[in-house]
């Protein structure tokens, strides 16, 4: 069983950077899985955030964050990270890192992002 963690959230004013990382353990590895962020603020419907395909060769960003978050994997440290610069207040939010291989889907449990001066 495939369970995922993520960690890195916190306070950070805008304009600043924070690196969330979400680790994978259990029994099956992480490699062969596409991985995506979501976010979820207050009162609003979790959204894609963005997402890499198993061997990194395929990346996509929501129109929101392009040119400000970047997504990369290590498969052999089992862990995908999500690099968060400029942030904006509209970036707060629950982060949640999602792990889809063929029917199987895992969740981690989310870590706070607050964007706020």
């Known amino acids: 069983q495939l369970q995922l963690v993520e960690s890195g959230g916190g306070l950070v004013q805008p304009g600043g950077s924070l690196r969330l990382s979400c680790a994978a353990s259990?029994?099956?590895?992480?490699?062969?899985?596409?991985i995506a962020w979501f976010r979820q603020a207050p009162g609003k419907e979790r959204e894609g955030v963005s997402c890499?395909?198993?061997?990194?060769?395929?990346?996509k960003y929501a129109d929101s964050v392009k040119g400000r978050f970047t997504i990369s994997r290590d498969n052999a440290k089992n862990t995908v990270y999500l690099q968060m610069n400029s942030l904006k207040p509209q970036d707060t939010a629950v982060y949640y890192c999602?792990?889809?291989?063929?029917?199987?889907?895992?969740w981690g449990q989310g870590t706070q992002v607050t964007v706020s001066s």
């Open positions: 259990g029994f099956t590895t992480l490699d062969r899985y596409y």
């Open positions: 999602n792990a889809r291989w063929v029917d199987d889907e895992h």
């Open positions: 890499i395909s198993s061997n990194s060769g395929s990346i």
